[in-house]
């Protein structure tokens, strides 16, 4: 691996290096952007860092803000630490225009009254009727919400910058066989999860619509949540609780496998690896973690059990 950090300044110029001391990039199926940080040697003193990028050779593998930067000079050496989020970062920081937004792609409706710099839209093949934009939504509650919509699934950060409701097909199946495979593991998380899920009706009852997770109650997880109605889903109010009660379910139960090296993996990847007591076929990647430090890149794969993956 020929790693390369490119840290870009206001006026224009850059500050490249390669002396990378250790440094993380995190994707997750659920997360609306990568993160990346570390350490680095560099050559000269920074500021007025703007966005940072991470190359493998020449393929970029991080684009983002420049969320924390500290130059620092010891010993002789100028080092940097460094932490950055994906432009998508800005999809849970800004709000479309609350209100109906009908006959709607993707891109029509994220990019309707804000186009966010350096972040592109899968170019789905068909609209959807309405999606309705309340009050404090974010743009990325907005994605959320189209998905469902569009093909009952939930969007996903791609690439570097690109906001996807599909999985990538072009994406070819990968093999961990041969890899030299540190460990494998299971677990679960329950900590999200809810039991039952309660809405108001438009009269402002909570009898009317209500949504039991039997698997948690049978797992003694009692939590009740209360909702205002929804009018998201006004000719599908039971949706409403549905897609709520699935998304405290995210990755309730997980295999995850680390191995030395990187495949350049992507999310909703589909990968397949054995060893030992543990083995997933032909499933897609829902996190993915890619260390290096001491010369050596570690890459970790997570895969979900839950409503939107299975392993």
Not at 70 to 83: A, C, D, M, R, W
Not at 141 to 160: E, Q
């Amino acid at each position: 691996m020929s790693y390369s950090l490119k840290f870009n300044l206001s006026g224009g110029t850059s500050v490249s290096t390669d002396s990378i001391v250790s440094m993380k990039l995190e994707k997750e199926r659920y997360t609306p952007y990568i993160r990346l940080s570390g350490m680095a040697l560099v050559s000269e003193a920074l500021s007025k860092v703007v966005s940072i990028s991470l190359y493998n050779g020449d393929n970029e593998l991080h684009f983002g803000f420049a969320d924390i930067v500290e130059y620092t000079e010891s010993y002789g050496k100028k080092q940097v630490l460094f932490s950055s989020k994906s432009f998508t970062g800005a999809l849970g920081m800004n709000q479309l225009t609350p209100g109906m937004y009908s006959g709607v792609t993707l891109e029509d409706l994220l990019k309707s009254s804000i186009v966010l710099p350096n972040v592109s839209y899968e170019n789905v093949t068909k609209t959807i009727n309405y999606v309705y934009i309340k009050d404090n939504d974010s743009m990325w509650d907005a994605a959320v919400a189209f998905a469902r919509k569009y093909n009952g699934d939930y969007p996903y950060i791609s690439g570097t910058n690109t906001v996807r409701v599909t999985r990538d097909t072009s994406k070819s199946e990968l093999s961990l066989t041969s890899k030299q495979i540190v460990s494998a593991s299971f677990g679960q998380d329950t900590t999200r999860r809810l039991s039952h899920l309660h809405m108001k009706d438009v009269d402002g009852n909570y009898n009317t619509y209500s949504l039991t997770n039997s698997g948690a109650v049978s797992a003694d997880i009692i939590r009740h949540k209360h909702i205002g109605f929804d009018r998201q889903w006004l000719s599908e109010p039971t949706e409403a609780l549905q897609s709520r009660m699935d998304f405290a379910d995210r990755g309730r139960s997980y295999i995850k496998v680390k191995y030395i090296g990187s495949s350049g993996e992507e999310l909703r990847q589909k990968a397949s690896f054995s060893a030992g007591g543990f083995s997933v076929s032909s499933k897609e990647i829902c996190r993915i973690e890619l260390s290096f430090s001491g010369g050596v890149t570690y890459t970790t794969l997570w895969f979900y059990g839950d409503a939107y993956s299975s392993y």
